[in-house]
């Protein structure tokens, strides 16, 4: 008999499996403590047992919301509008990026929030008990990219809001390599802050996203009223007319932009399960996510477009950094509350997203060794060496380049798990066999061919014909395969596309015997 909230709850016992199976279809183990053992398994790859399994439809809504309103989002419309896409096409292009990649996001929470466990686990279905690594850690290095971004651009807030208060002695300080000593300075203190949080564990950051979630919408919009009245109205951006017109210029700058705009979540596509194991059940998360994500990431961005229009206004240019935007601003109080306003907004983001995930990932690394929280370190200090400062000073580098192929290569992977949980395993896992070495999950030395074989073709159609224009980027003009080159602008929806197809076809001609224990013995328990 199970107790949740202080009511009973009907539950199955599957004696085979080891499994508790609740009537909400959520599963659990029975008695973790017969995997202990197991080199697959540790207190934090574990499933999450129901009864602490707490977040509702506002965490999950406030997860999106915190995540979504930072300092990169409030810069895709700059990067879009820089690219030669208007206000108004670029704000489509966001919210229907946003929309695609809302898709496999749901998908993959089912597998969370239905067995409690994280995305590393959850990858050992399709790719192997070995196998798993793989996937787990090409998320993860991704994450430490995007960690790095983030401290980075928090570390500027701390920059310019000392710098507003001290003056310029603190401003113009010597400089060591291309920037100021102080702003090396900053960007360590905002990276020490963000390990403060991650380190007190995830009911921690539960509580957080809670309520920075609100408190930085509140603020973004205060920034906007006043940027309004002072300008007397919304300013020339959201007239200009588009660079690119409708027709055939356009076009062939949507189609990649769009693929960066799904690639800005193609991360959380993946590891999405490392949030949806806490779920009170899957309409809680469903709901949550889908008011969540689409239409908060859109607004911020709106949000974005109606204060750098002001801003021309105002101050003479389009001031698209909103650090540098606050920067401008007289009143030291002011200066205040809008970098605050920023740096909780920046360890939100970046903390749910860009630490939890590779902190995980790692874990099932060295899960006898490796914790969450040792993982929480790896991820900081590969953020550093990752040189974030290098990513973002060019909007063509960073979604051409950055955004475009990264996000092939996970959408290759989002493609081979689709396939198998969903079109193969109808979303039936063996909860126990997850963590068992020889286990059903174990297949030739822990590693799928099939899904290897899925995710590594999805990968080079889409990022092969990865190219830069001229002296604008890492790979030849031409393309790195030129006769890949037209793909790549269309890289997350090649890579999900052919590793989902290719994935289900080979295991529907080559399946699986899975090695799986005695017949079920199911018991109701009133």
């Known amino acids: 008999m199970i107790h949740q909230r202080g009511e009973v709850v009907m539950a199955v016992i599957t004696r085979r499996a080891g499994e508790v199976v609740h009537e909400d279809g959520r599963h659990e183990l029975e008695d973790p403590a017969v995997l202990e053992a197991s080199p697959l ?3 934090d790859l574990a499933p999450i047992p129901v009864t602490q399994r707490r977040w509702g439809t506002y965490n999950y809504m406030a997860l999106w919301v915190g995540i979504s309103h930072c ?10 509008v820089a690219l030669g896409m208007s206000a108004w096409q670029a704000l489509i292009t966001i919210g229907l990026g946003n929309l695609i990649v809302l898709v496999p996001i749901l998908l993959n929470s089912h597998a969370g929030t239905k067995y409690g466990i994280p995305f590393p686990v959850f990858a050992r279905a399709p790719f192997g008990t070995t196998g798993a690594n793989l996937a787990a850690l090409l ?6 990219g995007w960690f790095g971004i983030q401290t ?3 570390g500027q807030a701390i920059f310019v809001l000392v710098g507003s208060l001290a003056g310029g002695g603190w401003s113009d300080a010597a400089k060591l390599g291309s920037y100021q000593w102080t702003m090396w300075l900053s960007f360590a203190i905002f990276w020490a802050i963000e390990m403060v949080v991650i380190l007190r564990g995830i009911d921690t950051l539960r509580r957080f996203e809670s309520w920075a979630a609100p408190f930085v919408l509140v603020m973004a919009l205060a920034l906007l009223v006043w940027l309004w009245v002072k300008a007397g109205g919304a300013g020339p951006i959201l007239s200009q007319p588009s660079k690119l017109g409708w027709g055939h210029r356009f076009w062939p700058v949507f189609f990649p932009s769009l693929m960066g705009m799904i690639a800005f979540w193609a991360t959380l596509s993946l590891n999405i399960p490392d949030f949806s194991r806490f779920g009170r059940g899957q309409r809680q998360q469903i709901v949550g996510q889908a008011a969540g994500l689409p239409t908060t990431m859109t607004l911020f961005s709106l949000i974005a477009v109606l204060a750098t229009s002001a801003s021309v206004v105002v101050y003479g240019k389009a001031i698209w950094d909103p650090v540098q935007l606050t920067g401008h601003f007289s009143n030291p109080a002011v200066v205040l509350v809008a970098l605050f306003s920023l740096a909780v907004a920046t360890i939100a983001t970046n903390v749910a997203a860009n630490v939890v995930s590779p902190s995980y990932d790692f874990c099932n690394l060295l899960p006898k060794w490796m914790t969450f929280r040792r993982g929480a370190v790896v991820t900081g200090v590969i953020g550093i060496l990752i040189q974030p400062w290098r990513l973002v000073t060019d909007p063509s580098l960073y979604i051409y380049t950055w955004l475009d192929f990264y996000g092939g290569m996970l959408g290759a992977i989002a493609g081979v798990l689709v396939a198998d949980y969903w079109l193969y395993r109808r979303t039936r896992l063996d909860l126990a066999g997850l963590y068992r070495p020889d286990g059903p999950y174990a297949y030739r030395r822990g590693w799928n061919w099939r899904a290897l074989t899925a995710a590594v073709v ?13 002296g604008a980027g890492p790979f030849p003009h031409g393309g790195l395969i030129p006769f890949l080159q037209p793909l790549y602008n269309y890289s997350w929806i090649v890579g999900f596309g052919v590793g989902l ?17 005695p017949p079920a013995e199911v018991i109701a328990l009133p």
């Open 152 to 154: 980075w651009i928090g």
């Open 71 to 80: 300092v990169p989002t409030w810069l895709l419309a700059s990067g879009l």
């Open 501 to 517: 197809v290719l994935h289900a076809g080979l295991s529907a001609l080559f399946p699986h015997r899975e090695r799986l224990g």
């Open 139 to 144: 998320r993860a290095l991704v994450a430490c």
């Open 458 to 470: 999805g990968m080079v159609l889409a990022v092969g014909g990865a190219w830069s224009a001229p």
């Open 41 to 43: 398994f540790n207190a």
